[in-house]
């Protein structure tokens, strides 16, 4: 099983890449789809969606828990 330390770093590392991937995927897609926007706003959005990853990640886990649990 792994500690409560471990389970924070690796949700640490999981946000923090995920970030970066989003970014780069932003840098990627949006100039196919005509989007030109400053970097600085590249970062913002791109941590706006990782908040409501963090949101939607942690309401399925405490879903599939409580259905677990039943």
Not at 17 to 43: C, K, R
Not at 44 to 58: E, Q
């Amino acid at each position: 099983m792994q500690s409560r330390k471990m389970s924070f770093v690796e949700s640490c590392c999981n946000v923090a890449i995920g970030y970066l991937i989003a970014v780069a995927a932003q840098y990627a897609i949006f100039p196919l789809f005509d989007i030109h926007i400053a970097h600085s706003e590249h970062f913002a959005i791109a941590a706006l969606f990782t908040v409501v990853s963090l949101i939607r990640s942690y309401a399925l886990r405490r879903l599939f828990n409580r259905w677990h649990q039943k």
